[in-house]
């Protein structure tokens, strides 16, 4: 199912909601989704620097096995 066929069944049933504590708690559910996208910061590159300090020599090399699966 995609995402907007889901939004669309989503939306059709709130449309038939009649009880009020449930429409309230959707609606305390959406404004918290609300709330935590809003506050996100943008990305920034480079914070992780220098979090690995140890890096194995062979990092780069393919392990036996899954040559594969290495697009040529």
Known sequence: ??????KL??????ALLQD?????RVKQI??????RTSQQKPRQAGWGKGIFSNVADDFDATPEGFEDYIPQ
């Open 9 to 14: 069944e989503l939306i059709n049933k709130i």
């Open 20 to 24: 009020t504590l449930l429409l309230a």
């Open 30 to 35: 959406l404004d918290k989704v609300e709330v």
């Open 1 to 6: 199912m995609t995402i907007e066929a889901q």
